[in-house]
């Protein structure tokens, strides 16, 4: 009697876990965006046009040409796609920003397409007006400055390899590039930097697109040591040609 006592218990304890794992999928699924097939394939023919050369007929790539795009989801499509770095003219550089090849319609399709070669990350819907402005200095500071500098100009990181400007990206596009890692740069998941702290670091971004300069004029926010030099020569340069006034009057 108590084998089966226990028996029974064990069954429906696997019963138990069965249901709450059932009904877990259930609701993932359900909370999946749903797959537009026409767009699809409306991406899967501007890939076959524009893409093949470098990634692919299948996706894996091709070695010195261009890496694979299997699991590289919507986010990482998305991103290189509206910055204008995909499709490039140099596989083996970094790609830079330019204006987009693809207009808004077209991304999307390559998007949706790219997104059905794998499980990659989505694009990151993250609203900055969520974050907190002091919140997103502190992390940007502690996260992001040494790259990209303080003032979100970008800076230079090794021969050839350089951290771009943040000013000049989308908040989106900034959302996706922390959460893929483009180039050079680490991939930061949720379990690094939240969902609210990327919100607040794309507010303080956009707070660094049009700062407050009430130390006098910013001089291009080109940072501390060039706007040092301009003030030496400057500074410099008034003295002499003050000197030299003195000495012509005498």
């Keep these: 009697m ?28 359900a909370q999946r965006a749903p797959v537009d097939d026409d767009l699809v394939h409306r991406g899967q023919e501007l890939y076959e ?10 996706g894996r790539g091709i070695e ?3 890496p694979s795009l299997e699991n590289a989801g919507a986010a990482s499509a998305y991103f290189y796609l509206s910055s204008g770095r995909m499709p ?3 596989p083996k550089g970094q790609t830079v920003r330019k204006p987009p090849k693809y207009g808004p319609a077209d991304i999307d399709a390559l998007v949706a397409y ?13 609203d900055p007006a969520d974050g907190d402005l002091a919140q997103g200095q502190q992390l940007y500071t502690s996260n992001c400055a040494a790259c990209h500098n303080a003032a979100g100009s970008g800076g230079a ?11 000049k990206a989308s908040p989106t596009e900034v959302a996706a590039a922390v959460r893929i890692g483009p180039g050079a740069m680490p991939v930061f998941g949720p379990e690094s930097i939240t969902d609210h ?5 794309l507010r303080y971004i956009e707070y ?3 700062p407050e300069d009430p130390g006098g004029l910013p001089l291009g926010r080109v940072g501390p040591v060039p706007e040092g030099l301009v003030a030496w020569v400057f500074g410099i340069g008034a003295v002499l040609v003050f000197t030299r006034w003195l000495g012509a009057r005498r």
């Design 64 to 66: 010195g040409r261009g």
């Design 208 to 210: 660094l697109e049009a």
């Design 2 to 29: 108590r084998h089966r006592a226990i028996t029974a218990v064990l069954l429906l304890a696997a019963a138990v876990v069965g249901a709450v794992l059932v009904g877990a999928w259930r609701t993932a699924d």
């Design 157 to 167: 990181l090794g021969q050839a390899i350089y951290a771009p400007s943040v000013t």
């Design 197 to 201: 702290q990327l919100a607040s670091i």
């Design 88 to 90: 490039t003219d140099d």
């Design 114 to 126: 790219v997104a059905t070669l794998g499980d990659g990350p989505p694009i990151p819907d993250i």
């Design 49 to 58: 046009t524009g893409c093949t050369s470098c990634h692919g007929f299948d």
